[in-house]
């Protein structure tokens, strides 16, 4: 069973605006963390965010937030004042603490305007 | 301080064969795990590790063994390879319970 549904194969966006990615996650598990990577056109797998599930506030990192609505399993990601470095892919993932277990989305490929 | 190392970058093998990717942090992590990535698909678990002589299956193990006899190296070994382990492979390692994953390069595999 699909545990993390991006449903945005592809979007665009304007420079210097903001974007939200999105992703729901399926899981019983009260205990398991939600993060998010950027896949450059080189391929390497960058980390860019992190929420627990017990975390009460959203977190930030720079222009990146992660909007965690937990009774919607919803974890969907924030990029303000978008740049064209941005363009890539972004995987939304999950891990499940008790199993040690990672799952992935299957991703969204952002395009940046100039 | 290389990080995660991955070698080959790229093989390209003949269906029956079989070969091993290697995999190497200088971190110290605990947890390592490897993930095949097929298009339109992300990532997918294969098996992972949480400590020296500790393995255990992810999402997509057949066809695939792990051994992890020391905290640095996490090989995978492909035992007779097919064309639909044509994939790219991820290694990544964490600190057990931080689980931010520093990744490999990757490893392009084809199968013919």
């Known amino acids: 069973a699909q545990k993390i549904t991006q449903t945005q194969p592809g979007m665009f966006v304007q420079e210097k605006e903001a974007v939200t990615l999105d992703c729901t996650y399926d899981?019983?598990?009260?205990?398991?963390?939600l993060f998010w990577y950027k896949q450059p056109s080189s391929g390497e797998m960058i980390f860019l965010i992190y929420?627990?599930?017990?975390?009460?506030q959203n977190a930030t990192e720079g222009r990146y937030s992660l909007n965690f609505q937990k009774a919607r399993k919803s974890a969907n990601l924030v990029i303000s004042a978008s740049q064209l470095g941005d363009s890539a892919m972004y995987f939304c993932?999950?891990?499940?603490?008790?199993?040690?277990?990672?799952?992935f989305g299957s991703g969204t490929k952002l395009n940046v305007k100039p | 301080n290389a990080g995660v190392t991955q070698t080959p970058k790229f093989q390209v093998l003949k269906t029956g064969q079989s070969m091993t990717l290697q995999c190497a942090q200088d971190?110290?992590?605990?947890?390592m795990s490897w993930y095949r990535q097929d298009p339109g698909m992300g990532l997918r678990l294969i098996h992972y590790?949480?400590?020296?002589?500790?393995?255990d299956q992810g999402e997509v193990p057949n066809g695939y063994n792990v051994s992890r006899s020391t905290t640095e190296d996490f090989p995978l070994r492909l035992l007779s390879a097919a064309p639909s382990q044509t994939s790219v492979y991820f290694c990544?390692?964490?600190?057990?319970?931080?689980?931010?994953?520093?990744f490999g390069p990757g490893t392009r595999l084809t199968v013919t």
């Open positions: 899981t019983s598990d009260q205990s398991y963390g």
């Open positions: 993932a999950m891990v499940l603490y008790n199993f040690n277990k990672f799952y």
């Open positions: 990544a390692s964490s600190e057990l319970r931080s689980y931010e994953q520093y």
């Open positions: 971190m110290n992590h605990e947890y």
């Open positions: 590790s949480v400590g020296a002589g500790i393995t």
């Open positions: 929420q627990g599930s017990y975390d009460e």
